[in-house]
């Protein structure tokens, strides 16, 4: 084969649920972000593998993907859209039966009128300045809206990431004196936010990262391998160059494999030089430059050619790739190149 494969654990994911829920009391329930194709992994078979581990509520960016979740997990799981009630999206919100979370007075206005009765989230802003009502305008519509009815109030925290960071106590401010004694369920936490601590829990939790193996949440089970099978292998000589613009130059012999992965399947040119690759559990360094469909790898150190060498699996995660690559875990997931077979275990 031609392209590599990338192994993709379901049962790993359910587990990872699991355990964040486990993270919070019994009376917080805890959704699943699946946004962005569930980060890169398919958002069909992940969306029903988390249904069968027992989500009932998730959320999606935009109301295009919260279509094609609906198509794959059926009716009955509540999905809530994080970009709101955008112009276009009526049809697509009330046939799925999607729920925007509606982020600013025109969204609020155009759901009312367009779709009256329909169920709908409010998202505010505590300090992120990204999505959300800032306080001055929530006070303005508070009572319109609870009179309505919203699903839920949430608002994300910036910095959750960082337990350390003062940027987290403040947004739990801010969010409980726009909230407190409001007759709503409340969400404020993704993954970083569960670990924060109950505080920072309320109602509704909604990890995201942590369910596909990444960081913050450090004790994610791995979710991810990808098998880079090796296309050709060569022997170069003391003083030969490999790849684009000559970067790297053998200082003795060595066996070089040229692995089908590149950029064009999302992995970074900036790992370049620096990322290994794995035979079972034996490094072995790419040399050059990674181009668009191809990787070169020093194997001289092995006693024989294997099929194929990984980039992703449990000794080196999507972060140590990111940490190589100078972004984060989220971004290597997202980025998993559409050329990839996949295969699904669980
Ligand atoms: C992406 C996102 C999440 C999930 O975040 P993770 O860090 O991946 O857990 C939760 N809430 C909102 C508003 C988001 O945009």
Known sequence: MGTSLLHIDLTAIADNWRALDALSADTVETAAVIKADAYGLGVGKVGRALVKAGVNR?????????????????????????????????????????????NSLDQITRHFEALPNAPFGIQLDTGMNRLGLEAPEWETVKELVMK??????????????????????????????????????????????????????????????????????????????????????????????????????????????????????????????????????????????????LITVDITHLDQVPRSLDLLGPLQTVDDLATVGGTIGYEILTSLGARYRRRYIG
């Open 58 to 102: 998730f959320f999606v960016a935009a109301a295009e993907e919260g279509v094609q979740l609906r198509e794959a997990v059926g009716p009955s799981p509540w999905i809530g859209v994080f970009g709101g009630h955008m112009s276009g999206d009526t049809d697509m919100i009330a046939d799925m039966s999607l729920v925007p979370m509606l």
């Open 148 to 293: 309505a009815g919203p699903d839920l109030i949430m608002s994300h925290l910036a910095c959750a990431d960082e337990p350390e960071h003062e940027m987290n106590a403040l947004q739990l401010k801010n969010f409980r004196e726009m909230t407190d004694g409001l007759d709503v369920k409340r969400a404020l936490s993704a993954t970083g936010g569960i670990l924060l601590g109950p505080e920072y829990h309320f109602d509704i939790t909604r990890p995201g990262i942590g369910l596909y193996g990444g960081l913050p949440y450090e004790d994610a089970k791995p979710v991810v391998r990808l098998e880079c099978p090796i296309i050709q292998v060569r022997d170069v000589q003391t003083g030969e160059t490999v790849g684009y613009s000559n970067t790297w130059t053998a200082e003795e012999p060595s066996r070089i494999a040229t692995v089908a992965a590149g950029y064009a399947d999302g992995i970074t040119r900036h790992i370049s030089g620096k990322a290994v690759l794995f035979d079972n559990d034996t490094p072995c360094p790419i040399v050059g430059r990674v181009s668009m469909d």
